[in-house]
């Protein structure tokens, strides 16, 4: 496609329920991040791949929050037993490679997931 | 880790000029990302700094300096369209991006 996408655009669900919300990267791009954005604040690290494996974990709050990438595409953030304060903008990105300069590391981002947690 | 620092907020005047400091501390830099987000929409590109110096792109130029750990993004002839979250963001060694909490920006006629 044109760009990163992602999908559902706004999810309203109630705690303790579980959610998966789905980023398609721009075709090519192997590296892909996802972020956390809550309301007025900046973005918050949550996971990186690069191609399918994911060299940095780091910043998944916790382990309610897991992340898969198949296939070198389509990746799905999975976030069970929802809580309220996981309500937030989550933003996925892609960049053609890592590590080799603008040309590989731009980010490229989707339009985000507005996660609303009742 | 890394720790990046960004002013929450600036205001300008259209028509001038503004500059936006960042000051990070990471190891293994590879990178220094300025982002531009308006309200309610996803980041995009605005400029890259790997080695010292300037780089200009019209309107926008983008500093580095390594061992000062710091960075600022200037904006000329500012446009009320200017008007948007400025976000730094350092690349590591390791691919991982972090970006600072964002300034911003308020341009007013």
């Known amino acids: 496609g044109a760009g990163v996408s992602q999908s559902p655009s706004n999810k309203v669900t109630e705690k303790g329920k579980d959610v998966e919300l789905r980023c398609d990267p721009i075709s090519g791009h192997t590296a892909l991040y996802w972020y956390r954005q809550r309301l007025g604040q900046g973005l918050e690290f949550l996971i990186y791949?690069?191609?399918?494996?994911?060299?940095?974990k780091s910043g998944l709050p916790s382990d309610r929050f897991s992340a898969e990438r198949t296939g070198e595409s389509v990746s799905t953030l999975t976030i069970q037993r929802t809580q309220q304060e996981d309500s937030a903008v989550y933003l996925c990105?892609?960049?053609?490679?890592?590590?080799?300069?603008?040309?590989?590391?731009?980010?490229?981002f989707g339009p985000g997931t507005r996660l609303t947690v009742l | 880790g890394q720790n990046i620092d960004q002013p929450t907020e600036m205001t300008a005047t259209e028509g001038a000029i503004v500059q936006i400091n960042c000051t990070y501390q990471?190891?293994?830099?590879?990178?220094l990302f300025w982002y531009q987000q308006h309200a309610g929409e996803a980041p995009t590109f605005l400029s890259y700094?790997?080695?010292?110096g300037l780089e200009e792109k019209g309107r926008f130029s983008s500093f580095l300096s390594r061992s000062k750990g710091y960075s600022y993004l200037l904006l000329k002839e500012l446009q009320m369209k200017d008007s948007a979250s400025y976000l730094c963001a350092v690349n590591t060694n390791a691919g991982k991006s972090t970006f600072g909490d964002g300034t911003t920006l308020t341009v007013k006629p």
């Open positions: 990471t190891s293994g830099f590879n990178g």
């Open positions: 700094n790997v080695l010292d």
């Open positions: 990105a892609s960049s053609p490679g890592v590590g080799r300069g603008a040309s590989t590391d731009t980010q490229y």
């Open positions: 791949f690069q191609g399918n494996s994911a060299p940095d």
